[in-house]
């Protein structure tokens, strides 16, 4: 199975959002632990509507700093790549 971290990534990716994904990883990093638990204390109701192993996987990523810190820096590949791409285009035009 994928990891989610790629999924999420790739979710950025496929809308053209991932500026957005890496100003909210940004902001909520001194807070990723309480984001954390309140997935961990939403999880009985969160699996209603989501599975269970998904909720549980999101709480992994923002608790363990390893998996944030992945999330974060694939994030900033697909930025990267979009401004390269980006600037080949623009330099291509000109």
Known sequence: MENLEYKIA???KKHKIESI????LES???FRRIVANVFAFGE???SIFVNQQIVSEFYEIF???K????LYDLLKAVDEERDYENNQRSTENN
Do not use: A
């Open 63 to 65: 608790y363990d700093k």
């Open 21 to 24: 994904g890496i100003l909210f």
């Open 44 to 46: 009985p109701f969160l």
């Open 28 to 30: 909520i990093y001194p």
């Open 67 to 70: 998996r944030y810190d992945k």
């Open 10 to 12: 790739d979710f950025f």
